[in-house]
């Protein structure tokens, strides 16, 4: 995760002409891309729909920042100058100075539609729309959008800091130019970027969604314990997490969510969501963010 920590357009000429960031969304992933963002040398500024919301992205991103300077990957001068280029804001009106919006909003279409519909409004023409979402497909969250031209996925991943990939997914109607302008600036956040057709969970969340659903159901029919299912995934296949402890990280109503897109998209039964997951988003057991999810957490909020 080295981002370049000097002023975009300054010393890496391939993001040259986009230096404002509007983060919409300031939850686990908005709070994670507006400090990665920062790092880079982008100014950022990471919207919500309360001030209480934004203010507690904006901590999760500082918070963020001073693990990867306890981890050693980036110097507490570079955190105090990222911490210096972000600034939080309740509603769409400060990105009309953006040159490129990321929409790290809640997973669901209705939102994310109406959302780039008032961002539309709000933003400059020639400004990007980027979405991260998971699993929705592109075309269809820009269909409403007079200018579908402007929108591409940037699929971030979680925790953005640590994770050296972006998918990339064109939608049917996106221009090659912005295909080809947020490469460069994915690239110059220091990620790696694949390209994935715009199919309902792209190239990894089809597969993740389908490893942590398996896991609910055979917790769901008594196969084995949480403990020992995580256990199992992480010796037996070398996996970092298990699946219920990567759920809690991922937000168990984003999992759903994901789950339910591919549901409609394929109307396959690979991905009939297991009722736990259901029965548990219901009851608020929505992992990290909530404190309780398939484990119990002290300190409620994104992982570091
Ligand atoms: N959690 C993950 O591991 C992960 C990984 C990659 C991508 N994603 C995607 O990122 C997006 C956000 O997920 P998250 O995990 O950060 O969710 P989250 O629940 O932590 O945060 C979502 C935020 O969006 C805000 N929001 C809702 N409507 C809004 C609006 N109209 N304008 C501005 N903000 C609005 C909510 O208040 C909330 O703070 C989703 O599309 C999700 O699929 C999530």
Redesign the pocket.
């Known amino acids: 995760m080295s981002a370049p920590s000097a002023e975009p357009g300054e010393s890496d000429p391939r993001a040259s002409v986009l230096k404002r960031v509007f983060v ?7 709070s994670g891309i507006a400090a990665q963002c920062a790092l880079a040398g982008y100014t950022v500024t990471l ?3 309360t001030e209480e ?1 934004a203010r507690r ?1 904006l901590d999760s991103a500082s918070r963020a920042l001073a693990h990867a300077v306890e981890r050693k990957k980036v110097s507490p001068a570079d955190r105090e100058a990222a911490l210096g280029r972000m600034e939080i804001a309740i509603g769409l009106r400060r990105s009309d100075a953006a040159d490129i919006v990321i929409e ?4 669901d279409l209705a ?1 994310k539609r ?2 780039f519909g008032e961002l539309e409004q709000a933003t400059r023409p020639t400004a990007l729309l980027a979405s ?4 929705l497909p592109i075309t269809s969250v820009g269909q409403d959008l007079r200018d579908p031209g402007r929108l591409v996925g940037l ?4 925790p953005v800091l640590q994770m050296p990939l972006i998918e990339l997914i064109p939608g049917h109607r996106t221009r090659p130019e912005t295909v080809a302008r947020v490469r460069t600036f994915a690239e110059s956040l220091g990620k790696t970027v694949v390209t994935s057709a715009d199919t309902p969970g792209f190239v990894t969340t089809r597969a993740l969604a389908v490893l942590l659903n398996e896991a609910a159901w055979m917790l769901y029919e008594g196969v084995a314990t949480r403990e020992d299912i995580d256990t199992a995934y992480k010796l037996g296949f070398h996996h970092p997490m298990g699946p219920f402890e990567l759920a809690d ?3 168990l ?2 999992a759903l969510s ?1 789950l339910d897109v591919l549901w409609d998209g394929f109307r396959d039964p690979r991905y009939r969501a297991c009722p736990l997951l259901r029965t548990m988003v219901a009851a608020k057991r929505l992992g990290r ?1 909530s404190g309780e999810g398939f484990y119990a957490y002290p300190v409620p909020g994104p992982a570091p």
Not at 155 to 158: I, K, L, Q
Request: glycine share 14%.
């Open positions: 919409a969304g300031a939850g686990i992933m908005g919207e919500d729909v919301i992205g790290a909003a809640t997973e939102v109406r959302l991260n979402t998971s699993s699929h971030f991943f979680n990280l991922v937000g109503d984003t994901i963010k």
